[in-house]
Nanobody, 133 residues
């Protein structure tokens, strides 16, 4: 079983920045890297993909709505399975609950499918990000 815990949400004015963190851990795969992703869900809307990073850290993916403003990264020790989401130039429409998700071994999802929520095995409880105008 994989545990996923997010942190770093809060209230910020439009144009500001926030950095979210997420740690995924598993006793069974304590040193195995995982693909990690961020999704968000605004009130009354469906959950949507934000960004993903492969287990090696070599490939990142972004939703069009956040490209150029958000940056996903992970700890250099990939086995720590800690991922960050740097969010700059925030807009009121970025307001949502942000969820971190982990795609754990032994069977990984295809890199090309990491924008899909179904590619992930485990989810955090989410952290609220509110951008005021």
């Amino acid at each position: 079983q994989v545990q996923v815990v997010e942190s770093g949400g809060g209230l910020v004015q439009a144009g500001g920045s926030l950095r979210l963190s997420c740690a995924a851990s598993s006793r069974a795969f304590s040193r195995d890297p995982m693909n990690l992703g961020w999704f968000r869900q605004a009130l009354g809307k469906e959950r949507e993909f934000v960004a993903a990073i492969t287990k090696s850290g070599g490939i990142t993916q972004y939703a069009d709505s956040v490209k150029g403003r958000y940056t996903i990264s992970r700890d250099r020790d990939i086995a720590k399975n800690t991922v960050y989401l740097q969010m700059n130039s925030l807009k009121p429409e970025d307001t949502a609950v942000y969820f971190c998700a982990a795609d754990a071994p032994p069977i990984y999802s295809a890199t090309s499918s990491l924008y899909m929520a179904t590619s992930y095995d485990s989810w955090g409880r989410g952290t609220q990000v509110t951008v005021s105008s």
